[in-house]
């Protein structure tokens, strides 16, 4: 079991944080596992990865699936993102992607998260949700002169693995952007875009549940055993027996893991806050007008995005307890960020405040395969923050592999192999560790 590292409200699974997309998005009624059951692949985690697997078993493979959220649908970092359809989903840059790998395995990997970008609207288009998909492309903006050149360098390298992006000057991007002492140009990746984070997950709930697979909310895995070949997974209300199990609870890790898998994922928090709706006047301050969705390029990333009802989304990782007590003191630091970017903007009302984990692995790339010791369960694990992309595709991957489906480079390049390393078993040090990379990141920032 991986211990929790922060306030217990960010593992509370009975309240619904009170986010701008719950606020705005129906969600599929779905209640806990009332009994027993048999089944032949069980999924704990009701999140992209899992929601995506058990949608892919049925339809596309026929194989009977359940997926176990130990809160509502929705309720974990699924629902609680930027809606940023970005790529790639990894902490490396594009250069050292090329030079950890071999050059085809680094391609394959790329493919693949632009493969998962685009699936991510094959997906609704196919079974018929909305994802109140917005913007063109993502923007990545420098934050001083020299990331400028940095963006020049992963432009060049992302261009080599056959992402379509161009660098912009500060000029530029003051067009199409916006203008601001905070930022000297961008890389513009023309493919992604923003979407409703909590539309798709909902609508992948839909869809799986629509193809056969059932689906249960506030039903923790609370023991996990084997037994004559079945895995068994204890519920509060019910027990599910299985031949196969997908582990894909990824940022949320407190339950009980197969102990290959303790202590390889380091969850990060991520706060956003969204305001009231904007008048012209104030969005002419802002000088904001794309709905594209953007980034900076500082270690401590601050995320931004125009949403279609003319409200600003912005989001930052800095927060290591997440006590909902500080929320005011969290809006504060936002709110300055804010102020970084647009000086001119003024007062901004704030109607939606809210905050959840991300999933980080020292290995600083999404791993996924089976357990060492137990072929019968596979996992994914990392998604940095930038998992609208990727966990629906590796759903999907994990759907494949169980199903024995011929897996093609991009499924099995060796960037997605090997376990990343373990981190410290204390969950103090754990928080500590971050604690530190976080001064350590401020004071690059501060410096670039």
Known sequence: MSQAIFHPSLYDRNTYHPSYWAAHTDLPSVGPLPGDTEVEVAIIGGGYTGLSCALHLQRDHGIASLV???????????????????????????????????????????????????????????????????????????????????????????????????????????????????????LYMHEGGGINPLALTAGLAQAARRHGAQLYSHSPMQHWHKQAGWHVLHTPHGRVRARQVVLATNGYRDSQEPPSLAQRVLPAISNILVSAPLSEAQWQAIGLSTLSPMSDTRMLVTYYRRLPDNRLLLGARSDTWGDPRLDARLQQLLLHLLAKKFPEAGAIPIDYFWRGLVSLTRKRVPSWGRVPDDPSVLFNLGCFGSGVNSMP??????????????????????????LPGRLPRSPWLQRSGLQLAYLHYGLQDRLA
């Not at 003051?174 to 601001?180: I, W």
């Open 68 to 186: 176990l959220e130990a809160g509502a649908i929705g309720w974990g970092a699924s629902g609680r993102n930027a809606g940023f359809n970005t790529l790639p989903a990894c902490k490396l840059s594009a250069l050292e992607v090329f030079q950890r790998w071999p050059e085809s395995e680094a391609r394959a990997f790329f493919a693949s998260q632009r493969e998962g970008q685009a699936l991510v609207y094959e997906l609704a288009e196919q079974e018929g949700f909305d994802l109140h998909a917005c913007g063109a492309g993502i923007y990545q903006v420098a934050h001083s002169r020299g990331a400028l050149a940095d963006l020049e360098e992963e432009g060049h390298w992302l261009r080599k693995a056959g992402i379509p992006c161009e660098r912009l000057s500060r000029e530029a991007f003051a067009e199409v952007g916006h203008a601001g002492p905070d930022q000297f140009g961008a």
């Open 393 to 418: 595709w590796l759903g999907r991957t994990l759907a494949r592999a169980l199903a024995g489906y011929p897996l093609n480079a991009r499924e099995d390049c060796a960037v997605y192999r090997e």
